[in-house]
Structures are given as structure tokens and as C-alpha cells.
């Protein structure tokens, strides 16, 4: 049972016993017809930079994106993330962590491609260290040849798993998800020994949203959709308003 966001009151997220994961791309950002062009609003950057703080630096983004791109958005701030659902992951102290990837494997899958869609205009190959994304936001007509395209190049990898995104195919290399990504930074400082928080609009952030419930966390769900999270946003803009009280809730809450 999916209850409002709005049930969930400010004051169960405890800022010194909280651990708080948070996607990117249709959680803290509108999707926007590229993944170049999504805009981080000020106040959101203010925001997560304010909850950092309050939870002594247990803030980390769980992204389907590149540890790198991150950065861009929320500089100077280097906060703890994990890159490409759990492949890569920055750690609190700033030390990498790479699951072991077979580079060429996904290279061939994005040539292969490449060679299959020639001539089709608007989709995108995004080759990101760890997996190969296909992206159709702007040709959702191609939705079954994408599909197809993906499952032909992929038939002779090995160790390869396939996600669906919103408007996106994802070839992926196994064995990593957005739960394992949770559960490495809950195994560590200033993580360990909180109560995990995890938001997030997609069907890959539902692994990350059944490890968070066998913890006893609290999970939130942005947007439509089928979901194992205990509350739901409408929308992004409705779980940036949560947050933004949260952290307006804190500040009041902390004046002397
Ligand atoms: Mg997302």
C-alpha cells in the first residue's frame, strides 16, 4: 500500500539518525528531451546541500548517470554518489569503488548498434563506462525497433542485463543494481547504523526500494507507476516540495 508523501510527517526523517539516497533524473530534475539538457533548480542544489550538512555528509545520489556528470551539477559539492545503478560509487571519503567491466563487450554492443539504427534520426547511443543506454525520447514511434535492436545486439554477451528506463533501453553488465549500491554505502561511515531514506521515479530504483524496506527505511516513489515504496510523490515537482519543507522545517527547528 502506497500511502501520500504528505503522510510522511518531517519529523519521522530525523536528520542525525537518517541515511538519505536520492535518484537524480525525474526525482531532483524534470527529463528533458536530452540527458545534457536537465536543469538542476537552485533551490534544489541549496536543498540537498543543506540535508547533506544536517546528516553529517549521509547524503548520496543513486544515478543511472556517470559519477562525472554528477559533479557537474551540484559543484562544488562532491558529494558521495554511485554511478551507472551501482557499477561505480564514490564513497564518503572520496575513494572510488569500480566493479570490474568488460570494456569491449559493451563496445560491441553499442557498435552493433550503431550499424543497426544507421539513418533512424533522434535516438541517442550513450556509451557510459559500465553499461550502453538507448535513448528514444524524441522517436518514441521506434520503441519495438530500439527494442529489437537491443535484444539482437546483446545475443552473444555474456553477463549482460537489460533494463527499461522511461524512453530508455539500458544494456548493462551484471551483477550490480541500485540495492547492492545501498547496501555497500549503509556498510560504511557516516552511513552505517542510520535509517535509510531512498526516492526515486524509475523501475530500476525498486531493487534499492525492497533493500530500504527489509531495513525498516523509508522509501518514496516519484510519480506513476507500480511501485514496493511506501509513499508516493505525484510528481517531481511534489517531492521537491517535500523536501524543500523538510529543509525549512529543519532550519525552524534548529533556531534558538
Ligand atoms: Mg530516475
Redesign the pocket.
Known amino acids: 500500500m502506497t500511502e501520500p508523501i504528505n503522510d510522511l510527517d518531517h519529523d519521522s526523517v530525523v536528520p542525525e539518525r537518517t541515511a538519505i539516497f536520492l535518484?537524480?533524473?525525474?526525482?531532483l530534475v524534470e527529463f528533458a528531451d536530452h540527458p545534457n539538457f536537465v536543469q538542476l533548480a537552485p533551490e534544489t542544489r541549496d536543498a540537498i546541500r543543506n540535508a547533506y550538512h544536517a546528516v553529517d555528509g549521509a547524503l548520496a545520489i543513486i544515478?543511472?548517470r556517470n559519477i562525472t556528470d554528477i559533479d557537474q551539477y551540484f559543484a562544488p559539492l562532491r558529494l558521495p554518489v554511485a554511478g551507472v545503478h551501482g557499477l561505480t560509487r564514490r564513497g564518503a571519503k572520496g575513494e572510488l569503488h569500480n566493479a570490474t567491466t568488460n570494456a569491449s563487450v559493451l563496445s560491441a554492443i553499442a557498435d552493433e548498434l550503431e550499424n543497426q539504427l544507421t539513418g533512424e534520426e533522434g535516438l541517442l547511443i550513450e556509451r557510459k563506462s559500465g553499461s550502453i543506454a538507448l535513448h528514444y525520447r524524441l522517436r518514441p514511434d521506434l520503441e519495438e525497433t530500439c527494442v529489437a535492436a537491443v535484444d539482437r545486439a546483446v545475443a552473444a554477451a555474456e553477463s549482460i542485463h537489460l533494463m527499461r528506463?522511461?524512453m530508455v533501453i539500458e544494456a548493462k553488465i551484471d551483477g550490480c543494481n541500485k540495492g547492492n549500491a545501498v547496501e555497500d554505502f549503509l556498510s560504511e561511515q557516516p552511513f552505517s547504523g542510520r535509517v535509510p531514506l531512498f526516492a526515486?521515479?524509475?523501475v530500476?530504483?525498486e531493487d534499492a526500494f525492497q533493500v530500504v524496506n527489509a531495513l525498516n527505511g523509508i522509501t518514496i516513489k516519484v510519480g506513476p507507476g507500480d511501485t514496493h515504496a511506501q509513499y508516493r510523490a505525484k510528481s517531481t515537482a511534489d517531492f521537491l516540495d517535500w523536501l524543500y519543507r523538510l529543509a525549512n522545517h529543519r532550519t525552524e527547528g534548529t533556531k534558538p
Open positions: 535518484d537524480f533524473d525525474g526525482t544515478t543511472g528506463g522511461k526515486g521515479d524509475d530500476t530504483d
